[in-house]
Nanobody
């Protein structure tokens, strides 16, 4: 059974940084597409996606500020967030999609709040 658990969220001032981490179990990250989405007042949007052998994608609003990475040895999916803005306030969800069958899994989400 695949399980994703996010950590690292919290309250930060505008201009600050946070690093979110997602602990994955039950699936091999080397053969999975991984990502982060967020749900804020404006709706849900893709933040970052990384697919083995494919390009890393970022949402327009976070390009140049956020970086997704995965550690297959530790089975974690990280999101480094720099120069945070109040509009980055949202619940952040990590995701994993198995390339073998397309099954997609989501974490339960973690709150990030950026104060102005």
């Amino acid at each position: 059974q695949v399980k994703l658990v996010e950590s690292g969220g919290g309250l930060v001032q505008a201009g600050g940084s946070l690093r979110l981490s997602c602990a994955a179990s039950g699936s091999d990250l080397r053969i999975s597409s991984v990502g982060w989405d967020r749900q804020g007042p404006g709706g849900r949007e893709m933040v970052a996606r990384a697919t083995p052998g494919g390009p890393t994608e970022y949402g327009n609003s976070v390009k140049g500020r956020f970086t997704i990475s995965k550690d297959s040895a530790r089975n974690t999916i990280d999101l480094q967030m720099e120069n945070l803005r109040p509009e980055d306030t949202a619940v952040y969800y990590c995701s994993l999609r198995r390339l073998s069958d397309g099954a997609t899994y989501w974490g339960q989400g973690i709150q990030v709040t950026v104060s102005s």
